[in-house]
């Protein structure tokens, strides 16, 4: 099974801020990777997919970049509604499999 | 608009059976490929199974022989059958759509509980 690790596990940064979360697959997986964002009670909700392209209605300050085995989710100029858990996915092989989630807050 | 709606959760002993299912409506879940996928209370998120839209299926180890990913095309419906549940099975079963590929997930439902306790 391809392990994902991501981090960090969690992180405390400013509204305005840029935050930036890493995802490292245990084994090449091309771009085929996912990031999420998790709120409580809520379905997960994809962000960027193919390791770089926006999904469409998603604020364009989320940014995703890599390929092989290092992959980054960046957002630019932090707001208060980006308070959530993140998590990244790679469907290059089954069994899919998700980072262990980055808790995001705010300071 | 798509729209994923899952429903059959509840409260089941160890040992015993459930069947979840998941409405789709806006796309043909024949034509696409159709995952689960389950969270654990404060836990992370874990693919269960998928089903292909030529029909076949993968499960993840910790499911195999024990859940069952089905499909009405009438229906437009997904199933999960889940027999000999356990307590480490308790989770939030998602349904959720490929998009392009099978494990790229676009579309997720808004869950349903599934509690296994005695």
């Known amino acids: 099974d391809i392990q994902m690790t991501q981090s960090p596990s969690s992180l405390s940064a400013s509204v305005g801020d840029r935050v930036t979360i890493t995802c490292q697959a245990s084994q090449d997986i091309r771009n085929y990777l996912n990031w999420y964002q998790d709120k409580p009670g809520k379905a997960p909700k994809v962000l960027i997919y193919d390791a770089s392209d926006l999904e469409t209605g998603v604020p364009s300050r989320f940014s995703g970049n890599g390929s092989g085995t290092d992959f980054t989710l960046t957002i630019n100029s932090l707001q208060p509604e980006d308070v959530a858990t993140y998590y990244c996915q790679q469907y290059d092989n089954v069994p899919y499999t998700f980072g262990q989630g980055t808790k995001l807050e705010i300071k | 608009e798509v729209q994923l709606v899952e429903s059959g959760g509840g409260l089941v002993q160890p040992g015993g059976s459930l069947r979840l299912s998941c409405a789709a409506s806006g796309f043909s879940v024949s034509s696409n490929y159709m995952s689960w996928v389950r969270q654990a209370p404060g836990k992370g998120l874990e693919w269960v199974s998928v089903?292909?839209?030529?029909?076949?299926?993968y499960y993840a180890d910790s499911v195999k022989g024990r859940f069952t990913i089905s499909r009405d095309n009438s229906k437009n419906t997904l199933y999960l059958q889940m027999n000999s549940l356990r307590a480490e099975d308790t989770a939030v079963y998602y349904c959720?759509?490929?998009?392009?590929?099978?494990?790229?997930?676009?579309?997720w439902g808004q869950g349903t509980l599934v509690t296994v306790s005695s």
């Open positions: 959720a759509r490929g998009k392009k590929y099978a494990g790229q997930f676009d579309y």
């Open positions: 089903i292909y839209s030529g029909g076949g299926t």
